[in-house]
T-cell receptor, first 116, second 114 residues
Framework: EAAVTQSPRNKVAVTGGKVTLSCNQT?????MYWYRQDTGHGLRLIHY???????EKGDIPDGYKASRPSQENFSLILELATPSQTSVYFC???????????????FGPGTRLLVL | GDSVTQTEGLVTVTEGLPVMLNCTYQ???????FFWYVQYLNEAPKLLLR?????KRTEHQGFHATLHKSSSSFHLQKSSVQLSDSALYYC????????????FGSGTQLTVMP
């Protein structure tokens, strides 16, 4: 199974501060994703990437930036953190098997972010 | 746009009894794929089932689901639940042309009671 790691696992930030969440995958997957998980909303896609150097906006990109400097690494950046961004953030990578519409995604363990 | 609806936020079932978690969807595309992900407490979501074939039953770990395009549904079922099945279950759809995006439902928390 795909190995996806995230750091930090827990983060406390102050309003207006900059936060960077990191994700690393070791299975050479082209596709990577950032989600946030909130009760009642499920998993919502923030940004995704098809490969090194590419980033795409997901469903809720406002207030977030993403960076994919390499095949293995995908970062989520909160330039000016707000309390509404308090959430659990999951990174995922996808192997694209089964065709373009059947990408199996493998999730990292998540990062709990609290913005005070 | 595409959407996935899971009507039950919380389902409580007694151990040994059957369970069905509902999942319906809306999409303009006919070429679609569906997934059930399971998330145990303090763990990452992981794939439980996936299917893209109409009216074909898919099974894994005692769970099964059948995609019914006629009713736009992909319900998850198990004939006899175990305590270890307690978890958060997500239904997801992949249908956007040229994209690998998954659209998730809001999730159903399954609690199995002894």
């Amino acid at each position: 199974e795909a190995a996806v790691t995230q750091s930090p696992r827990n983060k406390v930030a102050v309003t207006g501060g900059k936060v960077t969440l990191s994700c690393n995958q070791t299975n050479n997957h082209n596709n990577m994703y950032w989600y946030r998980q909130d009760t009642g909303h499920g998993l919502r896609l923030i940004h995704y990437s098809y490969g090194a150097g590419s980033t795409e906006k997901g469903d809720i990109p406002d207030g977030y930036k993403a960076s994919r400097p390499s095949q293995e690494n995908f970062s989520l950046i909160l330039e000016l953190a707000t309390p509404s961004q308090t959430s659990v953030y999951f990174c995922a990578s996808g192997d694209g098997t089964g065709g373009a519409r059947q990408d199996t995604q493998y999730f990292g363990p998540g990062t709990r972010l609290l913005v005070l | 746009g595409d959407s996935v609806t899971q009507t039950e936020g919380l389902v409580t079932v007694t151990e040994g009894l059957p369970v069905m978690l509902n999942c319906t969807y809306q999409t303009a595309y006919s070429d679609v794929a569906f997934f059930w992900y399971v998330q145990y407490l303090n763990e990452a979501p992981k794939l439980l089932l996936r299917s893209s074939t109409d009216n074909k039953r898919t099974e894994h770990q005692g769970f099964h689901a059948t995609l019914h395009k006629s009713s736009s549904s992909f319900h998850l079922q198990k004939s006899s639940v175990q305590l270890s099945d307690s978890a958060l279950y997500y239904c997801a759809l992949s249908a956007s042309s040229g994209s690998w995006q998954l659209i998730f439902g809001s999730g159903t928390q399954l609690t199995v009671m002894p």
